[in-house]
């Protein structure tokens, strides 16, 4: 069970705090637990799971009722052991209608569902109140509703953070405590079913040495096993990328018996000739050998990190039992001395890390050229799969991170490991992360390290793989990861103040937009709207919604119409054009045209942000590289393409370009992009990007007074 000793005092504290504030009879319920135990069950009887109810001092009935059936909306509300988050709570529809409404309504609605150790009771509610179930129970005016279910929040939590999987002191962990159906009435609460299962705690594992990410990243010395003398193989191209990024040969070795030197690096031997521990040690080996040279990397105590390239390390059924013996020796090891060394993989495409001046990728350069595309690269990559990793950067050039590592199967590194060591990097200001599943209990870890680098102004996109259940199944094979409830998962990086992606499409938007415009000001949710193609300010008009959250088109100040005049007067077009937001400026608007009113809108306090169509097809703007009319191409000091940039630079607001139109306009989009504007080849993709990433930011921004709050209380 993967818990950091930070999380356990959390965990203890919080448990001791709720212990002395609530009069629940722990002893009691220890004893219910372990009588059962005793008779070799998990699952408690019904009259078992009433005593327990009852030593909880949950502030509901339990008796059987007599009265026929209820009217009332019927609830569950329950705690329970998440493999990946450890305790949850989660309230919402109940009763026969519950698996209809889970169904039909989209997430958060039928229920909602938070960690225990992570909210209070009023946080809680705080999210039921958004659910189709606790607007059915207002709809009542049922008499201390709010409070009812406070006081049931309060004592469910203390309960289940007293036996948790987080809490090193709990004798007995409780899987399960449901209540369904849950009916609140003008007269209190009743459950006329509920049902308890609990299990054993298992052994906490030893605390990774993560400082050691760093020699990782930035090593002084690296070593590599694997690389032919002959032929270009994995652990060749990797010798080559390593030279290629500018490593220096001197501080670099290849264990190769037999050979002095392979591509002008020096070769050993074994590990015991190494002159020196290695900082970094690249195994680019066969699956079969590797089992055998991580007990010899542990024993000879040869590198502060380790790299496992192969496949074939717990993503198959034959590799799994062999797998899990290496994790546990690694494990084993992190109890002794310093901690021992720390692995990434196995299954690993390896590391990117410019900071570092190495590329360890097993990707030929002319495959993938990573030319530097921002001045100052601020983000980092996090992912479980090298593929997704490399494909993102092949499509958008411009994501350009600082570092990129592929975690494969977190034999030992896991994500909350690489997210928490990005949290505290002043240069990180961005971390994308594409997640199959978790080590046991790291999903805690994950969501905690997330509100850490929020609290410390940073953003974090997430695509969480295993959103069904075959995604699920292709998850357990490609990485060894078992994906876990996608629902649960969702919602708990929702509430830590993570970008949430749903597809790869639109984790490329969302890593995209929220790299251009992370140093933008945030001030709300009102859009400005303007184009010279009309479809388009339709578009962005039907584009402002996202799944829980709506941009509104600002209200312009009456100075702004008297501007936005004076443009369409001084260009002839007043006659044709009405002003409004969104608004169409008409195809016969110019380049200068499209940057004064883009500035006019920027500059109108009651707009928040501006998407701007650049009308790339429109014979009035220059937006070619190579145009019929002399001057009148992309790099004339008139053209959108000059003009833009400058205005995004000046402007504190987001400003996105939207650039619809073919192959042709490749050049005007690069060189956009280059200069730091945000572009996008479809307004609806545009605009629907913003509206998700501003929803986020204010979200960010709420979680971090929320956090200065408690810490002032």
């Avoid at 909306?73 to 109940?94: E, K, T, W």
């Avoid at 993938?368 to 996090?382: T, V």
């Avoid at 169409?584 to 500059?603: M, V, W, Y």
């Amino acid at each position: 069970m993967s818990m950091s000793k930070e999380t356990e005092v959390s965990a203890s504290n919080k448990s001791d705090e709720i212990d002395k504030k609530v009069a629940i009879e722990f002893e009691t319920i220890t004893a219910v637990l372990s009588a059962r135990a005793q008779q070799r069950s998990s699952t408690l009887e019904q009259r078992e799971t009433q005593q327990i109810i009852k030593a909880a001092c949950l502030p509901v009935d339990t008796t059987p009722q007599s009265t026929g059936e209820h009217n009332e909306p019927a609830l569950r509300i329950s705690i329970h052991n998440n493999r990946d988050f450890g305790m949850v709570i989660s309230a919402g529809i109940g009763g026969t209608a519950a698996d209809l409404y889970r169904t039909s309504c989209r997430d958060g609605q039928a229920a909602v569902a938070a960690s225990t150790l992570l909210n209070d009771a009023a946080a809680i509610l705080t999210l039921f109140k958004e659910s189709i179930a606790y607007k059915m129970l207002a709809a009542r005016e049922i008499n201390n509703l709010d409070q009812q279910l406070l006081s049931l929040f309060d004592q469910l939590i203390a309960v289940a953070n007293h036996y948790s999987p987080c809490n090193p002191e709990a004798e007995f962990i409780i899987s399960e405590l449901t209540l369904d159906p849950l009916i609140i009435t003008q007269g209190g609460m009743l459950a006329e079913g509920s049902f308890c299962r609990f299990e054993s705690p298992s052994q906490t594992p030893a605390a990774r040495p993560i400082h050691k990410i760093d020699k990782m990243l930035h090593p002084e010395s690296i070593g590599i096993i694997g690389v032919s003398a002959t032929k270009m193989n994995f652990g060749r191209i990797i010798l080559k990328n390593l030279i290629d990024s500018g490593y220096d040969k001197d501080k670099m070795c290849i264990i190769r018996p037999g050979e002095s030197e392979i591509d002008g690096v020096k070769c050993v031997e074994s590990l015991t000739t190494l002159p020196h521990k290695l900082d970094l040690f690249i195994v680019a080996v066969a699956a079969e050998a590797v089992f055998g040279l991580v007990d010899e990397i542990i024993e000879s105590d040869a590198a502060e990190s380790v790299m496992l390239i192969p496949g074939g390390l717990g993503e198959t059924e034959a590799s799994r039992e062999q797998a899990a013996l290496m994790s546990a020796k690694i494990n084993e090891a992190h109890r002794k001395g310093d901690g021992g060394p720390i692995f990434l993989g196995g299954n690993c495409l390896g590391i990117v890390s410019h900071p570092g001046c190495y590329d360890s990728w097993f990707i030929p350069k002319f495959k993938l050229p990573k030319p530097q595309k921002k001045q100052q690269r601020n983000s980092a990559l996090i992912s479980q799969s090298g593929a997704f990793m490399i494909t993102r950067i092949s499509q958008n050039p411009w994501f350009d991170p600082n570092y990129m590592t592929a975690l494969g199967n977190q034999n030992d590194l896991t994500h909350s490991d690489m997210v928490n060591y990005f949290a505290d990097r002043p240069d990180i200001d961005l971390i994308g992360v594409y997640a199959e599943g978790f080590k046991e209990l790291d999903g805690l870890a994950f969501v905690k390290a997330i509100k850490k680098a929020i609290l410390q102004g940073k953003q974090v996109v997430v695509y969480k793989a295993g959103q069904s259940a075959p995604g699920q199944a292709a998850a357990l094979g490609h990485t060894a990861s078992i994906a876990g409830d996608y629902e649960i998962c969702a919602a708990l990086l929702r509430q830590s103040g993570a970008i949430v992606a749903h597809s790869f499409t639109e984790f490329n938007d969302l890593f995209y937009v929220a790299d251009c415009l992370h140093h933008k000001k945030i001030g709300g949710n009102r859009l400005g709207a303007v184009s010279g193609a009309g479809f388009e300010t339709v578009g962005m008009a039907d584009s402002i919604h996202s799944d829980r959250f709506s941009l509104t088109m600002g209200a312009l100040e009456p100075a702004t119409y008297t501007r936005l005049g004076e443009i369409l007067k001084a260009k002839r077009l007043d006659a044709l054009m009405e002003i409004r937001n969104p608004f169409d400026i008409n195809p016969g608007a110019d380049d200068e045209a499209h940057t004064l009113c883009t500035q006019a809108f920027a500059q109108d306090p009651n707009i928040d942000a501006v998407v701007v169509g650049l009308d790339p097809l429109s014979p009035m703007m220059r937006t070619l590289l190579d145009s019929p009319r002399p001057g009148f191409d992309i790099n004339s000091e008139e053209s959108i393409t000059q003009q833009l940039p400058r205005l995004v630079e000046e402007i504190d607001k987001p400003i996105i370009g939207i650039v619809d139109g073919g192959s042709l306009y490749d050049p005007m989009i690069e060189m956009l992009k280059d200069r730091g504007v945000c572009i996008f080849r479809s307004c609806d993709q545009g605009v629907k990007a913003l509206a998700k990433y501003i929803e986020a930011r204010l979200n960010s921004e709420a979680i971090r007074k929320a956090f200065a709050a408690d810490q002032q209380g």
